[in-house]
């Protein structure tokens, strides 16, 4: 058996009672490795009202069908298991003025069998409910019962502001009927989503069935339900929950990020802007992982770092510049100058031969017959010296086109 320390953060969640400067979550922004897939609805979302007063969504492992929402957190790969709205689990790290306007959180946990660290990821988006000219569509489509039109994304849950504050924490699990420690990462994205009829949705999780197996609405006057951790999980593990109280606490175990930074969905876009300083990737090279059918073909195994691969390409590349043969173009631009010299041999041999006859005395061998045949064109066959000139003339004329097309 093993308990969490009291040295570290312990619980979910975890509470804020200093004042921090308004510089201070970028004085701990770091780079995380974070890649959704998110599932696609084409079913309105709704509670599971076999799981009375707590929340639940019907996604992840309370849903009729396996959920197809993954999630690949700093290299290891997690399943969406359950969706919950809540209470307020965060709001002390609001301003007092925006608390009141924040009475619910939307609780995403992910869970991966392999046997790490941080088995789980914890999603907490806080609702705000006050004025907001865009309101959640998947909240929307919860409150109404219906879809948009269309098929939405689970990942419109997502602000569209995706920053966060991220902390690891430990919480208390029961295994063979043993109380043991477990790990959790915390994303909790204070840019929150915003939906006005969050109140309404109260009446949906806590409707109940009466002695006419009639469905019927909860009160508005029932606060949201406490958090329910999936796997036998026991969010609290003492009497008194961690806080952050002075701003060394908040740099020595919180960090801020941004899911923008790393994937870019953007609620579900499917649009990446990533970042490649310290992402890790399948190495690609174009010659060689890009086949005829242009499919990529890689080994997903082996992981590197992106910057390296580019460098080793790089560098690969300029290695080969040398060794390269002629290409196109410099063939060509050979054939023409050879093309060149060799007509202008032709015209100043045959302009000297003019010359020469002009200027030569009477009797001399210059005044003999104007067009005198050598004799391998007297002794050839006449097909063999029709050939010749018509393939000089072929030659010339091609070389001239592509001079001419340069």
Not at 111 to 128: H, K
Not at 318 to 330: C, I, P, R, W, Y
Not at 362 to 370: A, L, V, Y
Request: glycine letters at 8%.
């Amino acid at each position: 058996m093993s308990t969490c320390s009291n040295l570290g953060v312990r619980d979910f969640p975890i509470q804020r009672t200093a004042r921090l400067s308004p510089t201070i979550i970028d004085a701990v922004k770091e780079s995380f490795l974070i890649d959704v897939q998110w599932a696609q609805k084409s079913t309105a979302p709704e509670f599971v009202l076999d799981i009375n007063d707590k929340g639940f969504l019907r996604e992840g492992v309370y849903s009729s069908q396996a959920s197809t929402t993954t999630l690949r957190f700093q290299g290891n790969s997690y399943t969406l298991k359950t969706m919950q709205i809540t209470k307020s689990l965060h709001g002390s790290f609001f301003e007092e003025a925006l608390q009141k306007n924040i009475p619910a959180e939307l609780v995403l946990v992910f869970a991966t069998q392999n046997n790490i660290a941080e088995r789980y990821v914890i999603f907490s988006i806080p609702i705000f409910t006050g004025p907001s000219s865009t309101q959640n569509v998947y909240l929307n489509a919860l409150y109404q019962g219906r879809l948009p039109g269309k098929p939405i994304s689970l990942g419109s849950v997502l602000p569209e502001d995706q920053k966060f504050i991220a902390y690891s924490t430990c919480m208390s699990q029961l295994q063979n009927n043993q109380s043991t420690a477990v790990q959790a990462r915390v994303l909790f994205f204070y840019g929150t989503i915003a939906f006005g009829q969050v109140n309404e949705l109260k009446k949906k999780i806590y409707r109940y069935q009466n002695q006419n197996r009639v469905f019927v609405d909860g009160s508005l006057t029932a606060a949201f339900p406490e958090v329910r951790l999936p796997d036998l999980i026991t969010a609290k593990t003492m009497s008194v929950p961690f806080t952050i109280d002075n701003e060394n606490t908040f740099t020595r175990f919180l960090r801020s990020g941004s899911l923008k930074d790393s994937q870019g969905t953007g609620g579900g876009d499917g649009v990446r802007e990533d970042t490649t300083s310290s992402y890790k990737c399948v190495p690609l090279n174009p010659d060689l992982h890009v086949n005829k059918d242009k499919k990529i073909v890689v080994d997903t195994r082996k992981g590197e770092l992106l910057s390296d691969v580019l460098d080793k390409r790089s560098s690969d590349l300029s290695a080969d510049t040398g060794k390269q043969g002629l290409n196109a173009e410099q063939i060509e631009t050979i054939l023409a100058v050879a093309f060149g010299i060799a007509l202008g041999l032709l015209v100043l041999s045959i302009l000297a031969y003019f010359i020469s006859r002009v200027t030569a005395s009477e009797g001399s061998f210059s005044k003999g017959p104007w067009v005198v045949l050598p004799e391998w064109i007297k002794n050839g066959a006449p097909i063999l010296v029709v050939s010749v000139i018509v393939g000089l003339i072929g030659f010339g004329i091609g070389a001239a086109v592509v001079a001419y097309a340069r």
